[in-house]
T-cell receptor, first 114, second 115 residues
Framework: ELKVEQNPLFLSMQEGKNYTIYCNYS?????LYWYRQDPGKSLESLFV?????AVKQEGRLMASLDTKARLSTLHITAAVHDLSATYFC??????????????FGKGTKLTVNP | ETGVTQTPRHLVMGMTNKKSLKCEQH?????MYWYKQSAKKPLELMFV???????ENNSVPSRFSPECPNSSHLFLHLHTLQPEDSALYLC??????????????FGEGSRLTVL
């Protein structure tokens, strides 16, 4: 059974600071996704990482994937209040019939304080 | 119009009621999913439909009954639910594997409260 673990689960940081969220998973997969969820809202796709060594950047967020270590990181640079949200990583297990089966971590609730 | 639309957004029902959640996707995808999001738990995959055929059922109790009449619509029929079934139910869609990145596109969710 695939397990996906994120840490930390709660993160409070000051504006302007840097921090990294970690996502570890237990079985082989070469597809990993990061999503953002604001309170009361749906999940918004942030990054799709499809191969070992993949690195994607969007604004103050950068995600990377190391499939050998079964580890992905989401790095936050110079945090701003608007980044406050819950961030989920998800790993693709695939299903029969060709559809996707994403297993999610518990999420990291990020609060950026002024 | 958003890509994946869910109705109702909020639902309160008694344990003896029968209700349904509806999901519609306008993205031309061939796979649709139901996920359950409870407080303090990871998102749980409930059902997967690929080309209108159910391909995944994650040991979900029979009081939850999915229906996928076509590739654009997905329903979750609810019957004799328990209070612990109160949660946010998220619908998602994706292109069939080989035609995309495997990324799921989520609806806004239906917040269910069982009294």
């Amino acid at each position: 059974e695939l397990k996906v673990e994120q840490n930390p689960l709660f993160l409070s940081m000051q504006e302007g600071k840097n921090y990294t969220i970690y996502c570890n998973y237990s079985t082989t997969s070469d597809r990993l996704y990061w999503y953002r969820q604001d309170p009361g809202k749906s999940l918004e796709s942030l990054f799709v990482l499809l191969s070992n060594g993949a690195v994607k950047q969007e604004g103050r967020l950068m995600a990377s994937l190391d499939t050998k270590a079964r580890l992905s990181t989401l790095h936050i640079t110079a945090a701003v209040h608007d980044l406050s949200a819950t961030y989920f990583c998800a790993v693709d297990m695939h299903t029969q019939g060709g559809s996707e089966k994403l297993v999610f971590g518990k999420g990291t609730k990020l609060t950026v304080n002024p | 119009e958003t890509g994946v639309t869910q109705t109702p957004r909020h639902l309160v029902m008694g344990m003896t009621n029968k209700k349904s959640l509806k999901c519609e996707q306008h993205l031309g995808h061939n796979a649709m999913y139901w996920y359950k999001q409870s407080a303090k738990k990871p998102l749980e995959l409930m059902f997967v439909y690929s080309l209108e055929e159910r391909v995944e059922n994650n040991s979900v109790p029979s009081r939850f009954s999915p229906e996928c009449p076509n590739s654009s619509h997905l329903f979750l029929h609810l019957h004799t639910l328990q209070p612990e079934d109160s949660a946010l139910y998220l619908c998602a869609s994706s292109p069939r594997q080989g035609g995309g990145t495997g990324e799921l596109f989520f609806g806004e969710g239906s917040r269910l409260t069982v009294l």
